[in-house]
């Protein structure tokens, strides 16, 4: 075969191909959502003159195609292994750390000076409008650096912690990175996703009495309860291969104690806990039954105390530790709130009688948190 042979039949080859996965496409049809990567997937977009002649229309089909291309979990995977083999130490954004961690890559580029003294005074307002705690988590890739591959750039969180600080009257600041980096060699943070685990949220907890002044309830480490061995989170999702299997875990003493949890002003549940999470990808919706814009939790308390928590998906696992404490507990992600927050808050406390806890990790902090006063 000539050159011009070899070039029409790798020509002919490309556009098989193609034609072949296009067919594909066309008849498994859009989905909606990956439960691999526990999210929703792009959907096909409007054609618009000026979408297309703006930019937007090429941007978002290109972004609907790599959703919806045709076995796109497979190709993860296939992506995965030849970058492993080519001794790649990042992919898709996630570190391959040291004892099967892996964990997710934060720029120091990421995130600015100015980025940080906008929400920390954000955060100063509020903090002194409601007297508010503030509990700001660093993620594992800062609280186990050790873990991280050799020279890996990572933003340091320190940094956003040391401003939090300065804006917060030191006896509402809990200092939750000295609380973790006293334990960092333990199971903490989730090897394959991006939380903590209910370890972690307890030495976190203990921190919050400690500060706030309140009276540990004395939780059991060794009798906690494994509800699944079988946990691949979301970092594992961007790579899509076997991996050593997380576990989770939750105190036992937190589902002993009667409550009535209600989400979004409509369902009412008895637990804090949803076990029918626990069968599908998304397992850490487990804790508060994944997340809602808003959520009250009544307890058998009755010592009039009540507490409005300002928080990110790290809450979740954490709110039920605080059960004892409290007779009134209500939740807001900020994600999903889209009203005026202190009128929302004034229902339910006055500034001087309600509690009030700010806790995000880091990142989602600089990335999520707002408010319309």
């Known amino acids: 075969m000539g050159e011009k042979g070899n ?4 020509v002919a080859m490309l556009a098989a191909v193609i034609l ?13 959502y990956s439960e691999a990567e526990n999210r929703i997937l792009a959907s096909r977009p409007e054609f618009t003159l000026q979408g297309l002649f703006g930019g937007s229309f090429t941007s978002d089909y290109e972004e609907y195609v790599t959703d919806q291309f045709v076995g796109r979990d497979k190709w993860i995977a296939i992506k995965t292994m030849t970058e492993i083999a080519l001794w790649k130490k990042e992919i898709n954004g996630v570190y391959l750390g040291a004892d099967g961690y892996l964990l997710e890559q934060h720029l120091p580029e990421q995130y600015t000076v100015s980025q940080e003294a906008k929400k920390t005074a954000m955060l100063g307002r509020l903090a002194q409008d409601w007297n508010a705690m503030v509990m700001l988590v660093p993620t594992a890739d800062n609280v186990m650096r050790f873990r991280l591959p050799p020279n890996a750039p990572s933003y340091d969180q320190r940094r956003l912690l040391e401003r939090a600080s300065q804006m917060v009257d030191d006896s509402r600041y809990v200092d939750v990175y000295q609380a973790l980096q006293g334990h960092a060699q333990e199971e903490i943070y989730y090897r394959t996703d991006h939380h903590w685990t209910s370890l972690g949220a ?15 309830f004395p939780y059991q480490v060794t009798n906690m309860v494994t509800v699944s061995e079988d946990f691949l989170g979301t970092l594992h999702s961007r790579l899509n291969l076997d ?3 997380d576990r989770i875990q939750y105190f036992r003493e937190t589902d002993q104690q009667a409550v009535q949890v209600v989400y979004d002003l409509q369902t009412q549940k008895d637990s804090c ?10 397992q850490y919706g487990f804790f508060l039954d994944d997340n809602h814009a808003f959520i009250e939790i009544h307890t058998e308390n009755r010592n ?15 709110i039920p ?10 939740v807001v992600d900020l994600r999903y709130f889209k009203g005026r927050l202190y009128g929302l808050m004034e229902q339910y406390g006055t500034r001087k009688e309600m509690d009030v806890l700010v806790l995000y990790n880091c ?3 600089l990335e999520d948190f707002w408010y319309a006063e």
């Open 7 to 10: 070039a029409a039949f790798t």
């Open 273 to 282: 806990y949803e076990p029918a999470y626990l069968e599908t990808k998304n």
């Open 20 to 32: 072949l996965f296009t067919v594909a496409d066309f008849f498994a049809g859009d989905r909606l």
């Open 304 to 318: 009039g105390e009540s507490l409005f928590v300002l928080k990110d998906s790290y809450a979740n696992c954490f």
């Open 202 to 216: 307890y030495y976190g907890y203990l921190a919050w009495a400690e500060k706030t002044g309140k009276e540990p």
């Open 363 to 365: 990142v989602h902090f």
């Open 321 to 330: 530790l605080l059960l004892p404490h409290y007779e009134h507990i209500y």
């Open 243 to 245: 991996w050593r299997k």
